[in-house]
T-cell receptor, first 116, second 110 residues
Framework: SAVISQKPSRDICQRGTSLTIQCQVD?????MFWYRQQPGQSLTLIATANQGSEATYESGFVIDKFPISRPNLTFSTLTVSNMSPEDSSIYLC?????????????FGEGSRLTVL | GDSVTQMEGPVTLSEEAFLTINCTYTATGYPSLFWYVQYPGEGLQLLLKATKADDKGSNKGFEATYRKETTSFHLEKGSVQVSDSAVYFC?????????FGQGTELSVKP
């Protein structure tokens, strides 16, 4: 299984600011996924990030609000831009187990953001 | 599109009680099915999985069987412990994406 490290683990942010979350994996992976878990809710996929190409965003999420970088096969960042209290969530990075798009995903511990 | 529907919580049980958490899915094709668990203050962990019809996934006393005819993947445990208190998520993977149900909070009392 992959070991995934996320930074920061938690932060308190002011409305209107932006924050970048980093995700580091201990092995090379093709696909990385960013999820959001709003308080008391399930996990919703924000986007899929492949190295060397633009991220693919799910319905309801846009690049201007959640820009993603994927500079290499072990690292990705998600920025939450122009934050509002509605962006208070846990943001999770995940990677494929490698089983041809049918296997499980491994998850980082998440980054808990509180927007005031 | 693909979706997962879980039994609503919270579910409160006494220790050693039998647990069932219902999960049904809608998908095109033949997705893989998963149960993930989120213990208080911890990250999301894979509990068990099944990749094709009639497969049974099992781990830590929990079991779930992939039922294609009823499009279900119900989670069961014969005797729960206080340490099983957590939020349980049913999920499917189809088209490369992992899609989660809404989660079911389980609280086990001594």
């Amino acid at each position: 299984s992959a070991v995934i490290s996320q930074k920061p683990s938690r932060d308190i942010c002011q409305r209107g600011t932006s924050l970048t979350i980093q995700c580091q994996v201990d092995s090379q992976v093709t696909m990385m996924f960013w999820y959001r878990q709003q308080p008391g809710q399930s996990l919703t996929l924000i986007a899929t990030a492949n190295q060397g190409s633009e991220a693919t965003y799910e319905s309801g999420f846009v690049i201007d609000k959640f820009p993603i970088s994927r500079p290499n096969l072990t690292f990705s960042t998600l920025t939450v831009s122009n934050m509002s209290p509605e962006d208070s969530s846990i943001y999770l990075c995940s990677v494929d187990s490698g089983a041809a798009n049918t296997g499980e995903l491994f998850f980082g511990e998440g980054s808990r953001l509180t927007v005031l | 599109g693909d979706s997962v529907t879980q039994m609503e919580g919270p579910v409160t049980l006494s220790e050693e009680a039998f647990l069932t958490i219902n999960c049904t899915y809608t998908a095109t094709g033949y997705p893989s099915l998963f149960w993930y668990v989120q213990y208080p203050g911890e990250g999301l962990q894979l509990l068990l999985k099944a990749t094709k019809a009639d497969d049974k996934g099992s781990n830590k006393g929990f079991e779930a069987t992939y039922r294609k005819e009823t499009t279900s993947f119900h989670l069961e445990k014969g005797s729960v412990q206080v340490s099983d208190s957590a939020v349980y998520f049913c999920a499917l993977r189809g088209g490369g994406k992992l899609i989660f149900g809404q989660g079911t909070e389980l609280s086990v009392k001594p």
